[in-house]
């Protein structure tokens, strides 16, 4: 998915079960590898929500469950 050659700027966003996006940051993927910590203990009531990591016109999404 992404360049392991090359550092490429992506799109990091935490979506709700609406499609909501309630969290965006613009991160780094060096190497092909991304390491992000997002402090989620008072932003998110406990739920489900979506994951999006999206590299120019690619994406992926994974679930994310708080509790």
Do not use: P
């Amino acid at each position: 998915f992404a360049n392991d050659d090359v550092n490429e700027n992506a799109t990091l966003a935490i979506l709700d079960m609406m499609g909501r996006v309630i969290y965006s940051e613009s991160v780094e993927v060096t190497e092909g590898q991304l390491f992000k910590q997002v402090n989620m203990e008072n932003e998110f009531a406990d739920g489900v929500y979506f994951v999006r990591l999206q590299i120019g016109e690619k994406s992926i999404v994974s679930k994310l469950i708080v509790e």
